[in-house]
């Protein structure tokens, strides 16, 4: 099959795809017909995806290692566990869901990662790097305990591997001797570029039934000889060495296999068949192109990580027409509007600008420079950039460490990301009051990437940290305002911000930072009619706040911080009101409306209070409009929930006159 230059917007035919309803048939077989199946697979996946939009060069990448590994286990008896997940569009299409792959990630639809509920293919549910080798090695001794034979395997990549629970995890499989197989997708060139007919001829010799039977019979025989045998270990070990880097997971325990072409299927399926019989850990080092088979993601492996859904005739080798230009009644062109500027960017700015001003600034992510917007930083600044790999506690730690130096770190990460890094922001940065700033970004809900991705937990972990300072912007100008106050604070201070763009606020240019613990009153009610409603709004949602002030005439205050709360504030509008509404893009257990019930209840005062957040439950994926408007957080919902409410508090209030 050719590759592709374009996206195909038509389902392209795939006669022998579309009779496997599940992997068994797989097994069946022959060569040249797999070889057809993976054909057929990369140009569904083109076709869904584009449909659909999502993850996208990963599953390119593992088209054939995902035939070949449902043609060798017996799936889904043999548990098959995928780390991360963003490559298992090809696993989803072959195990059952094929029609459905082009509402993937859509409100109601396929969920972007493996989910146990949705097929028992699935066998652990994924979203966050690196759990897979400690999962599979969990499902493997479940397994012998239990006495059944069953194979199972892990497959993680490259940059997965980077983190410090992969590695504990195959620490503890060789300890233990488990009968795992862990395949490493390496789509990079961070281990290993030794792939070639050598490698390939290794693999095959080291797989093979006669060697396997050579190499143990010969561990029984020289076992009887004193010094023999640890001497024929280290003559197996350096002959390795020389052509592949077995050294190192051969010491934790495992017996290392390649590295091999992972798009050679018919290789990949005997070196597979091979391995799963195998006793004890087994590691496949497998070598593969992201992006395989559409020539833009093989050449921009990055850029094309996923894509938003292509419309029909839409090129994606050419850029879209240029808009026409605007003119005004003169006949002269006019000046757009500014667009509404993502917050990531706003940041990714902030972090220059204020770099350009401190020379103590050091910018760290783990593994997400694009995703946080750093990539201008790590250019202009490349000794103050450090990208950590997957390892968010590390990044913390070591930002700990640079604080202790009187350096100036910021940390940018994702809300769910930064609960992998608690311990460490506990222990290593706020108990020692440490000077460090943390950006989260992904607040709120993200979106199609579903529950795993939702940043619904960062008020409530983040508020009941001693001496952290919270912020919440509502617009993109608080949010560089905001940076610059928690990067001048002396101590842990975290700015927690949405995904997507802002509404639309003019940003200025300057570095002066917002004051912390000051609310904003943005409207107050008529006195004179009875102010019977204060909306006390958190970050994103003071966008719906604002609508819903008008339609109620109702207060509204930017509350701005979460931690410290404004005390005056909002003991204020409890004087003036009837009823307090507290609105956050976060679970409403232990988060910013809860700082708010417990100031009343510290002072004293009896007040209604309706706490509006997100719900005691993970939101399922798809678009973030969709969901606040499941959660009643838009601006209707939130109306009708305060407009039942008062209907409630006025019935109290009549049946206590009586």
Known sequence: MKLFDDIPVERPATPLLDTLDTPAALRAMSTAQLAQVADELRAYLLYSVGVSGGHFGAGLGVVELTVALHQALETPHDRLVWDVGHQAYPHKILTGRREAMPNIRHYGGLAAFPRRAESEFDTFGVGHSSTSISAALGMALAARTRGERRRVCAVIGDGALTAGMAFEALAHAGHVDANLLVVLNDNEMSISENVGGMASYLARILTSKPYTTMREGGKRVLSHLPGALELARRTEEHMKGMVSPATLFEEMGFNYIGPIDGHDLPLLVQTLRNMRDLEGPQFLHVRTCKGKGFLPAEADPIGYHAITKLEKGENNATPPPLKPVAQGSDGVASTP???????????????????????????????????????????????????????????????????????????????????????????????????????????????????????????????????????????????????????????????????????????????????????????????????????????????????????????????????????EAVLAAAADHDLLVTLEENVVAGGAGSAVNELLAAEGISREVLNLGLPDAFVEHGKPGELLADCALDADGIEATIRRRLVAVDATAREEMR
């Open 337 to 567: 509007p500014p667009k509404p500027r993502k917050y990531c960017s706003v940041f990714g700015d902030w972090l220059c600008d204020m770099a350009a001003a401190d020379q103590r600034l050091i910018g760290i992510t783990p593994a997400m420079r694009e995703g946080s917007d750093m990539v201008r930083f790590s250019q202009t600044y490349p000794d103050r950039y450090f990208d950590v790999a997957i390892a968010e506690q590390h990044a913390v730690t070591l930002a700990a460490g640079m604080a202790c130096e009187a350096m100036k770190p910021v940390v940018a990460i994702y809300s769910t990301f930064l609960q992998r890094g608690y311990d460490q922001l506990i222990h290593d940065v706020a108990v020692q009051e440490l000077d460090v700033t943390f950006a989260i970004d992904r607040a709120g809900l993200v979106g199609e990437d579903g529950p795993t991705h939702h940043g619904s937990l960062d008020l409530s972990y983040l508020r009941c940290v001693p001496g952290m300072v919270v912020l919440a912007p509502a617009d993109e100008a608080e949010c560089r305002a905001m940076l610059s106050a928690a990067y001048h604070h002396p101590g842990p201070a975290a700015v927690r911000y949405p995904r997507g763009t802002g509404p639309g606020t003019a940003i200025p240019a300057h570095l002066e930072p917002a004051p912390i613990g000051q609310a904003q009153l943005r409207r107050e009610s008529d006195a004179e009619r009875g102010r019977r409603v204060a909306l006390l709004a958190f970050g994103s949602l003071n966008t719906p706040a604002s609508e819903v002030a008008e339609r109620l005439d109702a207060s509204h205050l930017n509350m701005r911080s979460v931690k410290p709360l404004d005390r």
